[in-house]
T-cell receptor, first 114, second 111 residues
């Protein structure tokens, strides 16, 4: 099983450009998440989707939008990239049961904005 | 909001037992305590989860006292490959599926 797959793995953008980060999971999980991790820091939740058709803001949603395309896919969009959004972005998924369900993470997308 | 406090870093030597303690004074009644491990350039990986007393799996043990205001992750006989960042999490009350990752504990295992 692939688990959680993120594309692309690396990306360099110029300030003001837009981009969509893709995430897909093959574990039939209901919940999906997007985090960012800045150097030497813990992960911060950007958005999450408790189930297909729903999305909610996390701790740091400003500058981002998300789409839960179907049960498998959850994308993150930067409409106008800023240098402050340079980070590693992780997608995760978990089964039904709320916050107590373990989350399964992808390997991340490393995004640099010049 | 439930928050966790854990040491920023710890050093150990191969073959030793490592105990990492996490404080979570505001843990809610229905919250579980979950530990994740993260290697450089990888996403976090679930290690162990518990609600009370002791939980053990093939990787680690988790000790939770009766008041549940803290927990201790125990890694038996660590090796160099256990060098990683370890995160302690508790579920946020009334926050849906939100989890808050703190800064974690950076464990360095030396030969």
């Amino acid at each position: 099983n692939a688990g959680v797959t993120q594309t692309p793995k690396f990306q360099v953008l110029k300030t003001g450009q837009s981009m969509t980060l893709q995430c897909a999971q093959d574990m039939n999980h209901n919940s999906m998440y997007w985090y960012r991790q800045d150097p030497g820091m813990g992960l911060r939740l950007i958005y999450y989707s408790a189930s297909e058709g729903t999305t909610d803001k996390g701790e740091v949603p400003n500058g981002y939008n998300v789409s839960r395309l179907n049960k498998r896919e959850f994308s993150l969009r930067l409409e106008s990239a800023a240098p402050s959004q340079t980070s590693v972005y992780f997608c995760a998924s978990s089964g039904t049961g709320g916050s107590n369900q373990p989350q399964h993470f992808g390997d991340g997308t490393r995004l640099s904005i010049l | 909001l439930a928050k966790t406090t854990q040491p920023i870093s710890m050093d150990s030597y191969e073959g030793q037992e490592v105990n990492i303690t996490c404080s979570h004074n505001n843990i809610a009644t229905n919250d579980y305590i979950t530990w994740y491990q993260q290697f450089p350039s990888q996403g976090p990986r679930f290690i162990i989860q518990g609600y009370k007393t002791k939980v053990t799996n093939e990787v680690a043990s988790l000790f939770i006292p009766a008041d549940r205001k803290s927990s201790t992750l125990s890694l038996p006989r660590v090796s160099l490959s256990d060098t990683a960042v370890y995160y302690c999490l508790v579920a946020e009350r009334n926050a849906g599926n939100m989890l808050t990752f703190g800064g974690g504990t950076r464990l360095m295992v030396k030969p």
